[in-house]
C-alpha cells in the first residue's frame, strides 16, 4: 500500500512540475493566459480535446455503468460519441475557431453577445453554463476521491484524496494558464492510454483471458452481454434471480428461472445518440478549439478522435462487464454493495501488485484530471470576460490584473464544488449525473448551430430557445427524482431528445415570427464574396 501512495505521489509531483515550468513561457497576458495566444499545434490540439472530453465519466462511468447495465453501454455512448465529437469538431470547432480569431473572442458568451447584438444575453447564458459545468465538474471530483479510497482501502478518504487533486490541478492551472493545460493534458492523455492499455492486459491475464473472462460472464450474468436493457428491468430481473437461486439451492423444485428482460427499444437506443452532441456546447471545448494555430491544426482531431474513444473505452466497458463475475484466487473480486463508481479501482487494486496498482491508478487520476484542468480554467475565463470586465470592471485594467480575477473566480467555485462532492460522495453515480449533465450541453446545441449556419436566427429566438432548453432540463430533471431514477425515460425516449427538440422548436418557430438582425451584423458573420 505504501508502494502504490508513493508511487501515485511521484506522479502528482511530476506533473506539478511540468505545469509549473509552462509559466515561464507565459508572456502575461490575458490572450495568453485563456487562448495560449492561438499557438497550439494539431497534435498538441488532439491531445487537449481528447483529454478533456475523456473524464471520469468516460473510465470509472464507462467501468461502472457496464458492471451496472451490461456492455451496451458501449454501443449507447462511446461508438456515436466517436462518430459525433468529430463532427462537432469539424462543424462547429472550425467555425468557431475562425471567428473567434477574426473577432478577438475568448468565450462562448462573447460570441452569442455578438451575433444577436445583445448585452444582456451574457447574463442568461452565464447562470447555465456555470450551473451545468459544476456538475461536470463533480464528476471529476467524486472520480478522484472514489480512486484514492477504494485503492488505498480507505487509507486514504474520500475527502483528502479528491482534495489533493483539487489543489494539484488548481496549482498547475494557476500559474500555466490554457498552455500550462494544454501541456498536462497532452502528457496525461499518453500516460492513460498507455497504462490503460496495461491495465486491461493484466487484468484479462489474470482472469484466463479475454475467452475466459468472458464465458464467466456467459454463465453468471449473460444479461451483461446484451446490447442492452433498462436499468429498473435489470434491477428487477436480477432480485428476483436471486431469489431464484437461493430457493432453489434450499431445496424448491416446483420453480421456473426468471426470464431475462429485453433490449432497449431502438427508440431510446437511438435517442442516446444526441448526448455526445453536448460536446458542441462545452465551455472548455471551446476555449481548446479557440487555441488552435490554424483551422489546419483542426485535421488531426478529427480523424483520430474517434480511433482514441475506441482505444480507452472498448477495454473500460469490458472490465466493468468481467467484473460482474470475476473470481480471483477464489474470491470474487467485486464485493456485495460495491458502488459502481469504485469498480475499476477496486478491479486494479486486487487484481495487480503494488508497484502496477500505483502506475494503473496514476493512469485512472490522469484522465479525471486532464478534463478537471480545462474545466477549472473555462469558468475563470468566462467569469472574467463576461463579468467582470463587461459588467463590473474599468475600461482600463491591467492585463495582470484580468488574470488575477480569474485566479481567484475559479479557487472559490473548486472549493465550493469540492464541499458539495464531499457531501454527495456515494448518493449519485459518475455516469447518471454525467448524463444529466451533458444532456444540458445538448440542449443548447441548437442555438450555436443556428447562430453558426441561419442567418434568419432572431435574438428574441436565441432567448426562447435558452429558456426553453433551461426550463426542460431542470422539468424533466425534477421527475426524475434529481438524477435518483436512473432508467428515466420522458415519451420511451431519452429525456435529452425532448430538450433538444424543445430548444430546437422554439428557436425556428421564433425566429420566423421575430424581426431579423441587422444587416450590418448579417454581413458581419456572414461575409459576402465582394466584402
Not at 418 to 439: D, E, K, M, P
Amino acid at each position: 500500500m505504501t508502494t502504490t501512495i508513493f508511487i501515485i505521489c511521484c506522479y502528482l509531483v511530476l506533473l506539478l512540475a511540468l505545469g509549473l515550468a509552462s509559466n515561464r513561457f507565459f508572456k502575461g497576458t490575458a490572450a495568453d493566459y485563456f487562448v495560449a495566444s492561438r499557438g497550439i499545434g494539431s497534435f498538441l490540439l488532439l491531445m487537449s480535446l481528447f483529454g478533456t472530453t475523456m473524464t471520469a465519466f468516460a473510465l470509472l462511468g464507462s467501468t461502472g455503468a457496464s458492471y451496472a447495465d451490461g456492455i451496451g453501454v458501449y454501443g449507447k455512448l462511446a461508438s456515436a460519441s466517436g462518430i459525433v465529437h468529430s463532427l462537432c469538431f469539424f462543424i462547429i470547432g472550425i467555425k468557431l475557431w475562425t471567428l473567434g480569431a477574426r473577432h478577438g473572442y475568448m468565450t462562448q458568451i462573447q460570441f452569442f453577445r455578438d451575433r444577436f447584438e445583445s448585452d444582456k444575453l451574457g447574463l442568461l447564458l452565464f447562470p447555465i453554463i456555470v450551473g451545468l459545468v459544476i456538475p461536470y465538474l463533480l464528476i471529476g471530483i467524486l472520480g478522484a476521491g472514489t480512486t484514492f479510497a477504494s485503492v488505498t482501502e480507505g487509507k486514504v478518504p474520500f475527502w483528502l484524496g479528491s482534495g489533493i487533486i483539487c489543489v494539484v490541478v488548481l496549482t498547475y492551472v494557476f500559474f500555466g494558464g490554457v498552455r500550462g493545460t494544454t501541456w498536462a493534458n497532452c502528457f496525461q492523455t499518453i500516460v492513460f492510454i498507455l497504462l490503460g492499455v496495461v491495465t486491461f492486459a493484466v487484468i484479462s491475464s489474470k482472469l484466463g483471458g479475454f475467452s475466459a473472462a468472458t464465458q464467466a460472464v456467459i454463465d453468471k450474468n449473460p444479461t451483461k452481454l446484451q446490447r442492452s436493457v433498462h436499468p429498473n428491468d435489470q434491477a428487477k430481473y436480477e432480485t428476483a434471480r436471486a431469489d431464484y437461486e437461493t430457493k432453489k439451492a434450499a431445496g424448491a423444485t416446483e420453480m421456473s428461472a426468471p426470464k431475462a428482460p429485453k433490449d432497449l427499444s431502438q427508440l431510446v437506443f437511438f435517442t442516446y445518440m444526441l448526448i455526445p452532441l453536448s460536446v458542441g456546447m462545452f465551455p472548455h471545448i471551446f476555449q481548446h478549439w479557440l487555441t488552435a494555430k490554424s483551422a489546419q491544426s483542426f485535421k488531426l482531431p478529427v480523424i483520430a478522435h474517434p480511433l482514441l474513444i475506441m482505444i480507452v473505452w472498448v477495454p473500460c466497458v469490458l472490465i466493468g462487464v468481467w467484473a460482474t463475475s470475476a473470481v480471483y484466487n477464489g474470491v470474487p473480486v467485486i464485493g456485495p454493495g460495491t458502488h459502481p463508481n469504485a469498480v475499476l479501482a477496486v478491479m486494479v487494486d486486487k487484481m495487480t501488485n503494488p508497484v502496477l496498482g500505483g502506475f494503473l491508478t496514476a493512469g485512472i487520476l490522469a484522465a479525471i484530471m486532464s478534463s478537471l484542468d480545462s474545466q477549472f480554467l473555462c469558468l475563470g475565463s468566462i467569469f472574467t470576460n463576461d463579468i467582470y470586465l463587461h459588467y463590473l470592471g474599468k475600461k482600463e485594467i491591467s492585463e495582470k490584473k484580468k488574470v488575477l480575477v480569474s485566479r481567484i473566480f475559479v479557487v472559490a467555485v473548486v472549493l465550493v464544488t469540492y464541499l458539495i462532492a464531499v457531501y454527495l460522495q456515494n448518493s449519485r453515480g459518475i455516469f447518471t449525473l454525467g448524463i444529466w449533465c451533458f444532456s444540458g450541453f445538448s440542449a443548447l446545441v441548437p442555438l450555436v448551430i443556428a447562430a453558426l449556419y441561419w442567418k434568419r436566427t432572431t435574438k428574441t429566438a436565441a432567448y426562447a430557445s435558452v429558456l426553453a432548453a433551461a426550463v426542460s432540463w431542470i422539468w424533466l430533471f425534477k421527475n426524475s427524482g434529481f438524477g435518483a431514477d436512473r432508467g428515466y425515460l420522458f415519451l420511451s425516449m431519452m429525456p435529452v431528445a425532448t430538450m433538444v427538440a424543445t430548444s430546437a422548436v422554439t428557436l425556428i418557430v421564433v425566429s420566423m415570427i421575430t424581426r431579423p438582425l441587422s444587416k450590418e451584423t448579417l454581413e458581419k458573420f456572414f461575409p459576402t464574396k465582394s466584402s
